[in-house]
């Protein structure tokens, strides 16, 4: 604990990973403990909107935020921790940061560049690469590849966009309803999708492309829209390192907290709650987590923290600016109603003011 002016001791929260769980308990703390937020990158990006962004980089404007315009009254250290004791997060650049209490958020590895500049410059980039090409291949059929493709179409109707997907059915991480509305929905707009096959991705450049199955596809240009790997390499070696599970993510308790360690939470899609990994769901890890660290900064009972309760898959993909596709409880729908509901704004709004921000 540290002692503040007043006398008053203050717990350090420290938090690492400024993706959506982490800065939204980093938001909501700042004022009740002594907050540290550790990122990779100087900015907090609303992953939702970076696949407008990269047809139209005027977006990214109200998407990539400085840390510290949200965090007026925390700490941030723009470097990635490489190492956790049972007292200290370390980070690369050299950093020792003690804690009381420690929230993991590191989500899924995303290389993007360090400054909220170097961001919007990399999105320009992109638009003129995409702007200049005519036929454009996404690899991957999952919500990134899918929604990737309802962004080029509509602002670029006249181009080539061809999805390359592994497995039998698009956006395999909801119902197989929503698939076939996907497919049908990137067919009407001339998207041509392959299915079961697959792209060998250490070995593209633009040109001529062969899929796994021997077809060869010209392309100007490409997308590698295919998972990326869970955000928790860096936790091998630390005393977190038996709180992972096979596949690498962090076991958690019914409050949030990993397993074994009664200081330290984990949350959003590094975790092994069985659900689908979202950031609506790392948000609400978030207001979980919150709810307990001011019970326990103020000293209530463990016995009284909340318990997290699992969500129903629900999802919406945008497809364009207009149209979208929803999976709810009971129904799925594609087309202008779900469009209304998240494509023409992304929820970009909403998660800004979220974070106290201007729409
Ligand atoms: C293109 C795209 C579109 C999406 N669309 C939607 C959508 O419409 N709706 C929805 O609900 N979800 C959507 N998602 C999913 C959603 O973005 C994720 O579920 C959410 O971001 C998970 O939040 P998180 O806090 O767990 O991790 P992330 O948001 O991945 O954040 C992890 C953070 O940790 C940092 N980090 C990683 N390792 C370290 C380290 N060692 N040290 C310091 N920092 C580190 C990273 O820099 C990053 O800032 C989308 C995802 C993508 C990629």
Redesign the pocket.
């Known amino acids: 604990m540290e002692m503040e002016h007043s006398g008053v001791q203050k717990n350090r929260v420290v938090i690492?990973?400024?993706?959506?769980?982490?800065?939204f308990v980093a938001c909501s703390l700042q004022f009740c403990a002594d907050v540290v937020l550790?990122?990779?990158?100087e900015y907090?990006e609303i992953?939702?909107g970076?696949?407008r962004s990269m047809v139209d980089p005027s977006f990214a404007e109200r998407l990539a935020i400085n840390h510290s315009d949200y965090l007026p009254n925390a700490r941030i250290v723009a470097?990635?921790?490489?190492d956790i004791t049972e007292n200290d997060v370390v980070t690369e650049d050299g950093q020792s940061l003690p804690y009381d209490y420690l929230v993991i958020?590191?989500?899924?590895?995303?290389s993007?560049p360090r400054t909220r500049a170097e961001r919007l410059s990399q999105y320009q980039a992109v638009s003129e690469e995409i702007k200049s090409a005519n036929t454009i291949l996404i690899v991957g059929g999952g919500?990134?590849g899918v929604?990737l493709a309802g962004e080029i179409v509509y602002d670029f109707p006249e181009k080539k966009v061809v999805l390359v997907h592994r497995g039998p059915r698009l956006l395999e991480f909801i119902g197989f309803k929503a698939s076939q509305k996907a497919l049908a929905w990137l067919t009407s707009k001339k998207v041509e999708v392959i299915l079961d096959q697959s792209i060998d991705m250490g070995n593209i450049s633009d040109g001529v492309v062969q899929t796994s199955a021997g077809e060869t596809i010209k392309v100007d240009c490409h997308f590698d829209c295919t998972g990326?790997p869970m955000?928790s390499s860096?936790l091998r070696g630390t005393v977190l390192e038996d709180s992972l599970d096979i596949n690498g993510r962090l076991m958690v308790d019914e409050n949030l907290r990993v397993r074994g360690h009664k200081n330290v939470f984990g949350?959003?899609?590094?975790t092994d709650i069985k659900e689908i990994?979202?950031?609506?769901?790392?948000q609400r890890h978030a207001q979980t987590t919150v709810t307990n660290l001011k019970l326990l900064l103020t000293g209530g009972k463990e016995s009284c923290m909340v318990t997290y309760k699992t969500s129903i898959n629900m999802?919406?993909?945008?497809l364009g600016r207009k149209d979208g596709l929803a999976q709810l409880p009971f129904l799925t729908i594609c087309g202008w109603l779900p469009g209304l509901i998240?494509s023409g704004d992304?929820?970009v709004g909403k998660t800004r003011k979220q974070l106290g921000l201007n729409f």
């Open positions: 690492v990973g400024g993706g959506i769980g982490g800065a550790v990122d990779q990158k907090f992953p939702w970076s696949l470097s990635s921790a490489t958020a590191t989500g899924h590895v995303n993007v919500p990134t929604e990326k955000g860096w949350i959003g899609d590094i990994k979202q950031g609506y769901l790392a999802a919406i993909i945008s998240k992304l929820f």
